[in-house]
């Protein structure tokens, strides 16, 4: 189809969301990716950038409003990508992500599981514990701290953060103060933010040595603020503390339900949302269902996240981690909490589960699994679980499509899937978590 200009008054009708969370529609030969539009409204649109035949817009005028369509509760969200759907109320924005789940299972001719779950839920602000912000000097304006604008690599000029830890979401205007002040200001790319339950940290990439001054200006932000500041100046080898001098070096999150404190450094992996965590660890021992007979299986532990609490119930607990730091977290993380994890058998080993030489035979043999995996998903163990034969799997996965994938690959080798549901971890984001149970559909 011949392509023509599009005018700028001219109205387009939003046909569906893709997996971005982004409105889809055709016009004039392009193919329009429109923020903030819903399905079956109709909406005049700024473009943002334009790729070949597809167009990045923005909604402007909307006609027809959706039904679940809400005011955005953070005032800057058309000009940040961070987040995409603040325009949809909350609850659609989760049967959206249950209806993408759905129709990938279906469309890898995945049986639908015999029970959905009820959605996880908790805050819709305040949530993210966990982020990577740009950082960006304008000369003749302030430093500006955030996420990215949207379809675009340039930092959002944003004063606040309703998503992030208040701790830092409503001091981005003091951090933006901040970094203007530095005489490396405009050698400071970007910030990493780690929060435990009471404590946080920053990491500050520098690509030119502290200036005058600027390590005296950190330290006092940190004592005002009552966070710890990271310089990192190359690689993650070259992280080291600035602010406090002295102290334990780790954050610290607990699972109270369980009586587990977590140790962790700032930048080792830790699940963005604590409130859905503590959900989330109970839900996947309620359903993967231990007993004091059981041997487990955690797969892509990280520091023992899931390892310790199932512990408290199982007779032994293995887990496995591809990063010998992480492995080296969970340990430490036994040792703490060994009151509370009982007479349990607990190891750890680290393993590059997608090693292409991986056997999954090479596995310790288990009566259950839990699996988290990383987005790419778990394949390899997928494709070998006829070797390991746990009694039951339970998946937690935060990328819906790989987890289709395996949930086929689970059914190829006779595991049906018994249950599956949504985890509300990144409210006003595209991202879908979930969890699915398989089970032996013949367990003969
Ligand atoms: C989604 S996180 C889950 C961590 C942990 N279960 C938790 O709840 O905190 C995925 C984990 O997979 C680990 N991982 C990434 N690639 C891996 C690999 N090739 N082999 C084994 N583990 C890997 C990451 O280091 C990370 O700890």
């Known amino acids: 189809m011949a392509r023509r200009r599009l005018e700028r008054s001219e109205r387009v009708r939003v046909s569906e969301l893709d997996a971005e969370g982004i409105g889809l529609a055709d016009s004039g030969g392009f193919r329009l990716r429109i923020r903030g539009g819903l399905p079956g409204e109709d909406a005049t649109v700024k473009v943002l950038r ?68 009820p959605d996880v839920v908790g805050p819709n602000a305040g949530y993210r514990h966990k982020a990577r912000l740009g950082v960006r ?93 990271y310089l990192q100046s190359a690689g993650p080898d070259s992280v080291v503390r600035l602010w406090p001098e002295e102290g334990a070096r780790r954050l610290q999150y607990t699972l109270p339900d369980f009586g587990l404190s977590f140790a962790f450094h700032p930048l080792d992996f830790v699940q ?62 036994l040792a703490a909490n060994r009151a509370a994890v009982g007479t349990s058998r607990v190891t750890f080993t680290a393993a590059d589960l997608y090693a292409e030489d991986f056997d999954v035979g090479q596995l310790p043999a288990a009566d259950l699994l839990l699996l988290d995996p990383p987005r790419s998903g778990a394949e390899n163990i997928a494709r070998g679980i006829g070797k390991l034969a746990p009694r039951r799997a339970v998946y937690v996965s935060c990328h819906p499509a790989t987890l289709a994938r395996d949930a086929r690959l689970f059914a190829d080798a006779g595991y049906g899937l018994t249950a599956a549901g949504i985890l509300d971890m990144f409210p006003h984001t595209a991202h879908v978590e979930s969890i699915a149970v398989f089970e032996p559909r013949d367990p003969g």
């Open 50 to 117: 334009r790729r070949r035949n597809r167009l990045e817009t923005l909604a402007e005028v909307i006609a027809h409003p959706h039904a679940d369509r809400v005011t955005p509760p953070c005032p800057w969200t058309a000009r940040c990508g961070g987040c995409v759907l603040q325009h949809l109320s909350p609850a659609a924005q989760r049967s959206t992500k249950r209806r993408r789940l759905e129709t990938l299972l279906h469309e890898q001719g995945v049986a639908p599981p015999a029970i959905w779950l």
């Open 137 to 229: 000097q304008v000369p003749g304006r302030d430093v500006m701290v955030g996420f990215r604008e949207p379809a675009s690599s340039r930092v959002a000029d944003v004063e606040a953060c309703r998503i992030l830890a208040p701790a830092l979401g409503e001091r981005l205007t003091e951090l933006k103060a901040l970094l203007g002040s530095l005489t490396i200001a405009d050698a400071v790319p970007q910030l990493e933010i780690a929060c435990g339950d009471s404590d946080f940290a920053i990491i500050l990439r520098h690509l030119k040595p502290l200036g005058d001054g600027d390590a005296e200006r950190l330290i006092e932000f940190a004592v005002s603020s009552g966070g710890q500041i």
């Open 272 to 333: 963005v949302n604590p409130a859905i965590n503590r959900q989330m660890v109970a839900l996947a021992l309620e359903l993967l269902g231990p007993t004091a007979q059981d041997s487990v299986l955690d797969l892509f532990c990280g520091i023992g996240n899931f390892t310790l609490p199932m512990a408290s119930r199982a007779g032994s607990v293995h887990g496995v981690e591809g990063s010998e730091a992480l492995v080296a977290r969970a340990q430490e993380n």
